[in-house]
């Protein structure tokens, strides 16, 4: 069991972490193509710089869970993770408020990083040492 959540989480966070580095990257050289996949337009030089601001923001997190899984600190990405969770439903909200579409990528991020977290505390559960 063990071997198999140890794979589960690993998994997971590599491609959950690798592919918001992409979109991050994406995002950065182009914002408004990938803003529109998103289902934000950018069409003026405020909502440009927002695209920049959000997609830095989501490679600086994505860049320091790979550091983090990449020297086996389980706990620092569990909590990275856990914290990254509002971030989506934040974005959800912003854009409901807002009276825009939500896209599918937004709640399934949500989902993406609750398995992802979940499976990181269990993983560390079970990897917890017994106390005799």
């Avoid at 491609?15 to 337009?41: E, K, N, Q, T």
């Avoid at 601001?53 to 706990?75: D, E, K, Q, T």
């Avoid at 709640?107 to 040492?129: D, E, F, G, S």
Wanted: aromatic share 10%; charged share 10%; glycine share 4%.
């Amino acid at each position: 069991m063990r071997d198999l959540l140890h794979i589960a989480a690993y998994a997971v966070s590599v491609l959950l972490l690798v592919v918001m580095a992409l979109l991050s990257v994406r995002g950065i050289v182009d914002p408004a193509g990938a803003a529109a996949s998103f289902g934000v337009p950018v069409d003026d030089p405020s909502a440009y710089l927002y695209q920049l601001v959000y997609r830095s923001r989501n490679l600086v997190i994505a860049v320091a869970g790979l550091a983090f899984l990449f020297f086996g600190m389980w706990r620092a990405l569990a909590i990275l993770a856990t914290v990254a969770i509002a971030l989506p439903a934040f974005d959800i909200y912003a854009l409901t408020q807002a009276g825009r579409e939500v896209t599918v990528v937004h709640p399934a991020t949500l989902v993406a990083l609750a398995i992802m977290t979940i499976l990181l505390w269990l993983r560390l559960a079970l990897n917890r040492p017994e106390k005799n």
